[in-house]
């Protein structure tokens, strides 16, 4: 099965046999304004067992140790085209919310192919659950974006080529992230490739 993905702000698209991934770090002033509806990176590739993994990430530049982001306002969608139209056949939509009293922060999710239920919820920084090998995970985790912000910067002010490939500007930096396993065939349908995408809105 090929995968296709790109983020929902993005242009950029990638299409492997393997996993995929798309990257969007620091570019827009507007989308910085807004880290929980920020999309940082999307990653989905296939797992042993016909599973299907997406990741995405979000709220970049988080220092190490400080509160994750969640915001009940925002809608997180990870959508699915199983039929090469580039329409999503399959929708995907998680949003976080808390307790009566607030102190608890909990993840619905909707729509995730194979789950035993439509409705797929449970507390963050743990995994939820899903049934028949749904599982959900939703809280910060280390940045796994690797990139020499700085040496990019001095190379557009010099136009001279400035990288040290063993600087990361993102280091002790997290996202907070939303990682869905799911049933890969359940995706696919009768599909061979799959496109995914990531998309926020605010409510």
Known sequence: MKVVAALGFAAAMLLVNDGVQAADHTEAPGTQADPPADITDFYAWEAPDDKLVAVVNFAGKTEAGADPTYDTQVLYGIHIDNDGDNIADI?????????????????????????????????????????????????????????????????LDSGTLSFDPTRDSFAGTNVTSIVIEMDALAAAGEGTTLQIWATTGRL
Do not use: S
Request: aromatic share 12%; hydrophobic share 35%.
């Open 91 to 155: 929708d995907i939509w998680c949003r976080f919310g808390t307790n009566m009293a607030e102190d608890l922060w909990g993840i619905q999710c909707l729509n995730v192919p194979g789950a035993a239920d439509t409705d797929t919820n449970g507390e963050v920084d743990g995994v939820i659950d899903g049934g028949n090998g749904t599982k959900i995970f939703a809280g910060p985790r280390d940045d796994p974006f690797f990139f020499d912000l700085q040496g990019y910067l001095e190379t």
